[in-house]
């Protein structure tokens, strides 16, 4: 019969030991990784270091040139842009007129009229668009004379649009008539011809 052991202690004894290795090791373990985690994040901040300087920089210009944006745009909303284009083509005008050849206008005119035509009076018409228009006035001795005006000036690059407001018979059997015109200088046909072919 085998004999039985009762324990009476009042604190018996019990092997701590393995539970005691288990603790210390998963202590190490975690002391490890939060050594390891520290140093982690101690060598990305030196590490991005230049790259955050950097983004900061960019982000600081970013800010400025949005300020200077909003500043231009309130400095443009508070232009009158209706004001200043008629500004410009009132300049515009001013400085065509101050341009204007008229010994060249006469030599064209020569040019285009007929030899029964004499040419009485131009009156030149600067626009804000830089436009020229002519108002002319013409005796001739035959009745086809303004005819055949319209159709030299039509016909010469330097004149578009030649139209007639009146014609009336004199006295001496001649006639009178008037003839309107876009008048564009040699240059500003030059530079119209380049605008066609591109």
Excluded: C
């Excluded at 085998?2 to 701590?16: C, E, F, T, V």
């Excluded at 005796?139 to 039509?154: A, P």
């Excluded at 330097?158 to 014609?167: C, I, L, M, V």
Aim: aromatic content about 10%.
């Amino acid at each position: 019969m085998k004999p039985i052991h009762l324990n009476l202690a009042s604190r018996p004894y019990r092997d701590y030991r393995p539970v005691y290795v288990v603790v210390v090791a998963l202590s190490l373990a975690t002391a490890f990784l939060m050594l390891n985690n520290v140093e982690t994040y101690y060598r990305y901040i030196h590490e991005t270091q230049a790259t955050r300087a950097k983004i900061a920089q960019v982000e600081q210009q970013a800010a400025v040139e949005k300020r200077r944006e909003d500043a231009a745009r309130q400095r443009l909303a508070g232009l009158d842009l209706k004001y200043l284009d008629e500004q410009t083509r009132f300049i515009n005008a001013k400085l065509a007129e101050r341009a204007f050849s008229w010994s060249r206008l006469l030599d064209e005119l020569e040019s285009v009229l007929a030899d029964d035509v004499r040419l009485v009076s131009v009156t030149p018409n600067f626009r804000d668009t830089g436009d020229i228009d002519l108002v002319m006035e013409f005796r001739t001795k035959s009745s086809d004379g303004m005819i055949t005006t319209i159709n030299r000036m039509n016909a010469d690059p330097q004149f578009r649009d030649a139209f007639p407001s009146n014609e009336t018979q004199q006295d001496d059997g001649g006639f009178a008539f008037a003839l309107s015109a876009k008048y564009i200088p040699e240059s500003g046909t030059a530079l119209q011809r380049t605008k066609g072919t591109r």
